[in-house]
């Protein structure tokens, strides 16, 4: 059962910023091509992080994200996980109405998840830079709020990985989410413990996402949920921008 939260007591709209890894690290990892104009051949520059493979008819970039299983660390069920791979077809979200030229439309933010014991990359397949007005996804993200009485119903990982901190219990802090775009030839990566909404495809045509994670079956431990209702200040929205439209005219 999801837990139910406030929207925040802030102003209700985000504005949302074209993803990077830069902007992003707080929450996991932006997967792309760092040289897409670049052709690999034995005599091409190889970049750094990368490599010259397939008889240098390739680069291999190494290690573009970390991919963490963390229920070894002890879950209420101690059922073991396992990888799974999975495809989700996403169509396109029907946007609130704006009254702006430079925006879109709204789209209204009801729910967030986390995995806790796991990381959860996105892999859109078969879309273009050059398609990106046409098939585009919002990346909306929250970092967790101090535990607090309402989150003991969610069991999170008893340790770090890897030396890395973990979120561990609490809620979203809606009063530090955050909205990106991402285009169709980003993959994303949300770090194990990320609140974050489901996929959320904007645009006009569907997108096929390859979903890698791990997940041993129990629903509290792979996936758990909030409901965002309204504040005194309204519904929690992101203002997506026009692609058509120049950036920088509006702003908050």
Same mark, same amino acid.
């Given at each position: 059962m999801p837990v139910e939260i406030d929207a925040p007591q802030r102003?209700?709209?985000l504005e949302a910023q074209p993803l990077s890894e830069d902007l992003f690290s707080e929450f996991g990892t932006v997967i792309e091509n760092p040289a897409p104009s670049l052709i690999p051949s034995r005599t091409c520059e190889v970049p750094p992080n990368a490599v010259q493979a397939n008889?240098?008819?390739?680069?291999?970039?190494?290690?573009?994200?970390?991919?963490?299983d963390?229920?070894?660390?002890?879950?209420?069920?101690k059922q073991a996980a396992k990888a799974v791979m999975n495809m989700f077809v996403?169509?396109?979200?029907?946007?609130?109405?704006?009254?702006?030229?430079?925006?879109?439309?709204?789209?209204?933010?009801?729910?967030?998840?986390?995995? #806790?014991?796991? +990381?959860?990359?996105?892999? &859109? /397949?078969?879309?273009?830079?050059?398609?990106?007005n046409q098939s585009r996804y919002l990346v909306i993200v929250a970092p967790s709020l101090p535990p607090s009485p309402k989150d003991e119903c969610?069991?999170? #990982?008893?340790? +770090?990985?890897?030396?890395? &901190? /973990?979120p561990g219990?609490?809620?979203p802090d809606l009063m530090k989410i955050k909205a990106f775009i991402a285009h169709g030839s980003q993959a994303v990566t949300y770090g194990a413990g990320t609140w974050h909404a489901p996929m959320v495809a904007i645009g006009k045509? &569907?997108?096929a996402f390859v979903v890698v994670q791990f997940a041993n079956g129990v629903g509290v431990e792979d996936c758990q949920e909030v409901?965002?209702?309204?504040?005194?200040?309204?519904?929690l929205k992101v203002a997506v921008p026009d692609p058509n439209q120049n950036r920088g005219l509006w702003r908050l």
């Open positions: 102003e209700p709209v008889q240098g008819s390739a680069l291999k970039y190494l290690d573009v994200t970390n991919m963490k963390l229920y070894a660390s002890g879950t209420p069920s996403c169509a396109p979200r029907i946007f609130l109405p704006s009254d702006t030229p430079q925006v879109e439309g709204f789209f209204a933010v009801k729910i967030l998840e986390r995995h #806790p014991y796991t +990381t959860q990359t996105f892999i &859109p /397949l078969g879309i273009s830079p050059s398609e990106a969610f069991p999170v #990982p008893s340790v +770090t990985a890897n030396d890395d &901190p /973990l219990r609490g809620l045509t &569907p997108i409901e965002i209702g309204r504040g005194r200040t309204g519904q």
